[in-house]
């Protein structure tokens, strides 16, 4: 009896990992997201857009802010895996390109993080999803 109780424990844990782990892989993260990052030495947040859409088993994205120093930034090196998102853009500070990395932790609807540039400079990012 006991044997075939745990045979049964056995089983069932078979098939329940499989399951989760296609529902981790079906989060889909496409969408439009609005929030603020938070930059050093700036006495406001500046707000951001950013803009997710499948492609071909990955993500495509942009992203832009009030500052204009993104504007439709296209995000490279996108890599979304176990909900975290990271990737790379370039920002023009108005004197010169600075690549930023940035990675994001998904929550639901929500995601938050950081970003860090090159030079060192780094600051938080918390976005929502907006529905349209």
Do not use: H
Not at 48 to 53: G, H, K, S, Y
Request: glycine share 10%.
């Amino acid at each position: 009896m006991k044997k075939s109780f745990s045979c049964v424990c056995f089983a069932l844990l078979l098939l329940a990992i499989p399951s989760g782990l296609l529902s981790a892989q079906d989060v889909d993260i496409s969408g439009t997201w609005v929030g603020a990052t938070y930059i050093p030495d700036m006495p406001e947040p500046d707000e951001i857009t950013l803009i997710l859409e499948k492609d071909n088993g990955g993500y495509l994205g942009t992203i832009s802010d009030m500052m204009g120093m993104a504007d439709d930034a296209e995000c490279e090196e996108i890599v979304f895996e176990d909900k975290t998102l990271s990737f790379i853009i370039q920002v023009f500070t108005g004197y010169e390109f600075l690549e930023i990395s940035v990675t994001l932790t998904i929550d639901g609807n929500s995601m938050s993080g950081t970003w860090q540039a090159q030079d060192g400079s780094m600051g938080d990012i918390e976005l929502e999803r907006i529905f349209e």
